[in-house]
């Protein structure tokens, strides 16, 4: 079985060594030629020796791939196969430097802002070539005391929302749940005057840095004051969606303070429940 498989081995190694024998004598025999050629001139002999160089070197590759063209196209398959798994297992990896690539290029935030991507939603404390690693903020705008780390490769793969690029006052999404048989226009009536107590020392300033926004990047800015719109969230619900001004850090007691002033206004019975109660107003 070993003669099997080196006999082919050593007659291409046969032909190597005919073939370098042949290409020497080759080379001896036109120099030979051109040394002992009178009516050549000096330049006319370098310009022939440097094309049988050139030629040779050519016929010898052509030569040696053809002696070990079946070992070359194993070679060449491996290499294949080999850059391929090489592919696979560092698509990751490239990604995420493309990524950590397009984010400091693109400048999308600073460190100390809050982002949101792929559900991931925290401050930036720290950024390396392969991931972001950010301090955790739940859905009341409060941290959870988590670290949450991600890979680069979100940001060439995922929207990516800074929170925090408006400035120190920043817009806000406050929705409140009541029912459709009850005094929607009332509970909208009073979720609009506890917006404006809550946040009147807010507006003005706001509306400034928004107007300076506009100038910097040739955009629209929406109104500071508080605005509500219905929105339909299912037969017997109405949801009250809240846009209000607040500053930078400050969104989770601007937003209790609303809540608050609301629940105090608010008409009475309360027109607000939870959905799939038996009692809620409407479905007795």
Not at 144 to 154: A, E, I, K, Y
Not at 201 to 208: N, Q, T, Y
Not at 251 to 262: G, K, N
Request: aromatic share 10%; net charge positive; glycine share 6%.
């Amino acid at each position: 079985m070993p003669e099997f498989h080196l006999a082919p081995l050593r007659l291409e190694l046969f032909y190597t060594l005919v073939a370098v024998a042949l290409f020497a004598g080759a080379h001896f025999a036109i120099g030979w030629l051109l040394r002992r050629e009178s009516t050549m001139s000096r330049e006319q002999k370098l310009r022939a020796a440097v094309f049988w160089r050139h030629a040779s070197f050519l016929i010898a590759v052509l030569v040696f791939a053809f002696i070990w063209r079946e070992e070359l196209r194993v070679a060449a398959l491996s290499l294949a196969a080999m850059a391929v798994a090489l592919v696979i297992a560092g698509k990751e990896l490239l990604t995420s430097v493309l990524g950590y690539v397009y984010r400091t290029t693109s400048g999308t935030f600073r460190f100390g802002d809050v982002i949101e991507i792929n559900n991931v939603r925290g401050e930036v404390i720290n950024q390396t070539l392969l991931a972001t690693t950010v301090l955790e903020v739940g859905d009341e705008h409060q941290f959870t005391g988590r670290v949450v780390q991600f890979p680069n490769s979100f940001y060439v793969m995922h929207p990516l929302k800074n929170l925090s690029r408006v400035g120190r006052y920043q817009l806000g999404i406050l929705t409140v749940p009541v029912a459709a048989a009850g005094d929607v226009e009332g509970a909208k009536h009073a979720l609009e005057e506890a917006a404006r107590g809550a946040t009147a020392e807010f507006v003005v300033p706001a509306a400034a840095a928004l107007r300076a926004l506009e100038g910097a990047h040739f955009v629209a800015a929406p109104s500071t004051e508080p605005r509500v719109a219905l929105r339909m969230s299912g037969i017997n619900e109405v949801q009250l969606v809240l846009r209000y001004s607040y500053p930078a850090g400050r969104r989770m007691a601007t937003e209790q303070d609303i809540l608050c002033r609301y629940l105090a206004r608010a008409p009475k019975p309360p027109c607000y429940y939870l959905p799939g109660s038996a009692h809620a107003p409407g479905l007795s």
